[in-house]
């Protein structure tokens, strides 16, 4: 029996001996109705390879979805705290520096507290040894960026933790469903074949996915995160060098001026304290009055 229609190579169906044009409508009409069911049970794919898993696998999801969000809040945080202006405001270093050079330290103290920032914390820490020496107000300004920088990266090591993590829950989520389908072979004596196998582990291996999904992105916003912190660090640090410059050029005369006059302020103390000293010894032959005896004579 002669086919009522054929397809050609280029995909059209092309009408045969005997074919009708409703018969060409009803070949239509099938296709359309095959094309339907495919694409739902496509649509429902998705959803039934999540759910797959079973129970343990729909929770290792979730907690695949926690740590997920969980770095979605970090990335938000990290983009506001990493901000230019709330680590160095404009004009605070330039500020400071103007106030150095004509020792003003006062006005230099007050811009720092007007703009709390980063950068004003470390300018801070080295004014608060202006009176020790350039030595120390580097040491100082060392230390507080140090301080600041640590403080900084702790949050942004949470994405790196979460990055490590995720892909070993996803693992955890594999293993566990490569499991349960080896231990369905082994229920069923061999009975099982190899497409019941397969469908098992790929099950399993949805996790993996997910656990892939989330540390992928975690990492590489880990990597921009620190970087931005190392660059931000090193301009702080170039800034206060250049702000605090004019306590280098300062002359150390000051302090030692400063320093001698103390030593002389001890000085007098001290020869004051024995001029006292010398009166409290010569009053008691004084006391005496003059019609007395010398000392050591016989009356």
Request: charged content about 15%; overall charge neutral.
């Amino acid at each position: 029996m002669q086919s009522l229609f054929t397809i050609s190579h280029e995909g059209f169906v092309r009408l045969g001996c005997g074919a009708s044009p409703w018969n060409l409508v009803l070949a239509q009409s099938d296709s359309g109705n095959v094309n339907d069911q495919t694409g739902a049970s496509n649509s429902g794919g998705f959803a039934e390879i999540v759910l797959s898993g079973g129970v343990p696998g729909v929770l290792i999801l979730l907690v695949l979805v926690a740590l997920s969000v969980g770095s979605a809040y970090l990335l938000f945080d990290q983009v506001m705290t990493l901000r230019r202006r709330e680590l160095i405001p404009d004009g605070v270093s330039e500020t400071v520096r103007q106030a150095l050079l004509t020792g003003r330290v006062a006005e230099a103290d007050a811009a720092c507290r007007r703009a709390p920032s980063v950068l004003s914390v470390v300018m801070l820490s080295g004014l608060s040894e202006i009176e020790f020496g350039w030595t120390e107000v580097e040491k100082a300004v060392e230390d507080a960026l140090l301080q600041q920088s640590s403080r900084l990266i702790r949050k942004v090591e949470y994405l790196s933790v979460i990055g490590n993590i995720a892909p070993m829950v996803g693992l955890l989520g594999t293993v566990t469903g490569m499991i349960f389908a080896f231990q369905q072979v082994a229920t069923t004596r061999g009975a099982a074949g190899a497409g019941d196998l397969a469908e098992g582990i790929y099950q399993a291996l949805v996790t993996t996915v997910g656990g892939l999904l989330v540390a992928i992105p975690s990492l590489a916003i880990y990597a921009v995160c620190r970087n931005r912190v190392d660059s931000m660090i090193a301009e702080i640090a170039y800034q206060c060098q250049v702000a605090l410059t004019p306590i280098k050029r300062r002359p150390t005369r000051s302090i030692r001026h400063s320093a001698a006059n103390q030593g002389k302020a001890v000085a007098t103390a001290s020869g004051s304290q024995r001029t006292e000293q010398e009166r409290k010894a010569v009053r008691p032959d004084n006391a005496a009055g003059p019609n007395s005896p010398p000392i050591g004579s016989g009356e």
